[in-house]
């Protein structure tokens, strides 16, 4: 925009004046001639311009003019010499300084006009010294001795035009100082010494790198969490490292957040691939949800996970729920109540016309040592000792024995946990493991599978792209001689897995 004015002014100037910058040049050299030959002790610039009949309009630009050239003159002697070794002498310094007085030229006008002369130089010893990697002890002086001469600190001559090139500098540097995780704190402080020796400080340095700072700290987070849990250790290693980077633990936590969810989410599908909580899976995922400030709703819902999983766990490990009472069924005296639930149950019968099923609708209760059912078409207990067999598929239960009480029991609200129970009830009271398959539970997949399977799927549901509730799930089922290979194990969310058809 200020480059658009000056142009226009110019224009406008050439146009109403054309002869003033040739006017000016000649006024210049005239009242330069004048100075050098009175020196500026003698030098009066009312006297000069009344002599050379310089008008009000004229004055700043002429003087601006010798200034720039008497300037011009001592630089390119400082530049020709061996002064270059050091900053201007003092009374080369002293010189400009009578000089400016006598123009009547305040210290800002001085200053642009010795910076408009040098700029070019300043860029050049800039870009040259930043064509390596690091700016070395010499020509960190060379950049002081600028600076000194020009009377500015050395970060001040860095902002500005050049202060782009610096950035860019700093950060291509610091980019390479943390590409492929071979981190040295010694190259950092290296990279530190460049930047002070560009004018840049410390806490500017910081600022500066600021986004790839984050951006580092997340690449390291996710090659941390890719193949390993994420540990107390490691986690305090970070913190202290995004520390060093002026990275507060508090930022740091809300920069991660969307990948903690992630890790959360992938922690918890891990666990729930062989169906047990184990108590060193809980303490993590309850080390992750008071570690990272997750959103309310992310932990509301992780919570109810792990009283899912951790209800599994139990009733695995034959700890059963206990229930009251219900209505409708006769018990005898002691006997616990373990499940009660809706279920349909379809009985299967084959005829010499062919096979007929028959629907029935109610209830189904477990106790501790038989389970019963009641609708208003048929009722009946079967006792466990008599149970020869539980398959679980995805959508019913299948029941084996001898009696009427075989088929298949479809669980509208929680067929998982039904059929959980049931199976432990059996297995209790008979004091025997029940045979008892279960599809569609990823029990044994080795863990290098899932860690291959979840970055396959981007730890999204291959089906709906959801990336919550999340299950390893075999495409061909094990009992249907599907095997833990990659190729055969997907990732999808609960509701789609519930979806998938039984019949493959
Ligand atoms: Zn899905």
């Given at each position: 925009m200020a480059k658009w004015i000056e142009w226009a002014k110019r224009v406008v100037e050439r146009i109403d004046d054309p002869d003033r910058a040739q006017r000016t040049d000649a006024l210049a050299f005239a009242l330069q001639t004048e100075l050098a030959r009175l020196k500026p002790q003698m030098f009066d610039l009312h006297a000069a311009v009344a002599q050379l009949n310089i008008d009000a309009y004229d004055l700043p630009v002429v003087t601006e003019k010798v200034y720039r050239s008497v300037f011009t003159k001592?630089?390119?002697?400082?530049?020709?010499?061996?002064?270059?070794?050091?900053?201007l002498q003092l009374s080369q310094r002293q010189l400009l300084g009578a000089v400016a007085q006598k123009l009547?030229?305040?210290?800002?006008?001085?200053?642009?006009?010795?910076?408009?002369?040098?700029?070019?130089?300043?860029?050049?010893?800039?870009?040259?010294?930043?064509?390596?990697?690091?700016?070395?002890?010499?020509?960190?002086e060379r950049l002081l001795r600028l600076a000194a001469c020009l009377r500015e600190p050395l970060g001040g001559l860095s902002q500005d035009a050049l202060r782009p090139a610096v950035e860019q500098f700093l950060r291509a540097e610091f980019g390479s100082l943390t590409s492929c995780g071979?981190?040295?704190?010694?190259?950092?402080?290296?990279?530190?010494?460049?930047?002070?020796?560009?004018?840049?400080?410390?806490?500017?340095?910081?600022?500066?790198?600021?986004?790839?700072?984050?951006?580092?700290?997340?690449?390291?987070?996710?090659?941390?969490?890719?193949?390993?849990?994420?540990t107390p250790d490691s986690w305090r290693q970070l913190v202290s490292l995004?520390?060093?980077?002026?990275?507060?633990?508090?930022?740091?936590?809300?920069?991660?957040?969307?990948?903690?969810?992630?890790?959360?989410?992938?922690?918890?599908?891990?666990?729930?691939?062989?169906?047990i909580l184990t108590t060193e899976e809980r303490a993590n995922l309850e080390w992750l949800l008071s570690e990272f400030s997750l959103p309310a709703h992310t932990i509301a819902y992780v919570r109810s996970e792990i009283d899912q999983l951790q209800l599994f766990t139990d009733i695995a490990q034959g700890r059963l729920p206990t229930w009251g009472y219900p209505t409708?069924?006769?018990?005898r005296a002691g006997e616990i109540v373990h499940l009660v639930a809706h279920a349909e149950y379809h009985r299967v019968r084959q005829s010499q016309r062919g096979r007929r099923v028959d629907v029935h609708n109610g209830m189904l209760v477990v106790t501790d040592n038989r389970m019963m059912y009641s609708s208003p078409t048929t009722a009946f207990a079967l006792s466990h000792s008599k149970?020869?067999?539980?398959?679980?598929?995805?959508?019913?239960?299948?029941?084996?024995?001898?009696?009427?009480?075989?088929?298949?029991?479809?669980?509208?609200?929680?067929?998982?946990?039904?059929?959980?129970?049931?199976?432990?009830?059996?297995?209790?009271?008979?004091?025997?493991?029940?045979?008892?398959?279960?599809?569609?539970?990823?029990?044994?997949?080795?863990r290098d599978v899932r860690q291959r399977v979840w970055q396959r799927y981007g730890g999204r549901c291959a089906e709906c792209g959801s990336d919550q509730y999340l299950e390893f799930d075999h495409v061909v089922p094990v009992s249907r001689g599907g095997s833990n290979s990659d190729a055969n194990?997907?990732?999808l969310c609960r509701r789609c897995n519930l979806a998938k058809s039984d019949n493959i």
């Open positions: 001592t630089w390119k002697a400082w530049k020709g010499s061996d002064y270059a070794r050091s900053p009547g030229l305040d210290d800002e006008t001085t200053r642009r006009l010795e910076w408009e002369t040098a700029r070019a130089d300043v860029t050049a010893t800039f870009s040259s010294a930043m064509l390596d990697s690091h700016i070395d002890e010499s020509e960190g071979n981190y040295n704190p010694e190259n950092w402080e290296s990279l530190k010494a460049s930047a002070s020796r560009l004018g840049v400080s410390g806490d500017q340095l910081l600022l500066i790198l600021r986004p790839q700072v984050l951006q580092w700290v997340r690449s390291l987070f996710a090659s941390m969490t890719q193949y390993e849990k994420l995004a520390g060093f980077y002026d990275v507060g633990g508090l930022e740091l936590v809300t920069v991660l957040q969307p990948q903690a969810v992630v890790l959360v989410e992938h922690t918890l599908a891990d666990a729930k691939a062989d169906g409708g069924f006769e018990f149970v020869l067999g539980i398959i679980e598929y995805r959508d019913c239960v299948e029941i084996r024995s001898g009696g009427k009480s075989a088929g298949f029991y479809y669980f509208p609200e929680n067929k998982r946990l039904a059929a959980a129970i049931y199976s432990t009830a059996i297995g209790r009271a008979n004091q025997r493991i029940v045979e008892r398959q279960v599809e569609g539970i990823s029990r044994n997949i080795p194990v997907q990732l």
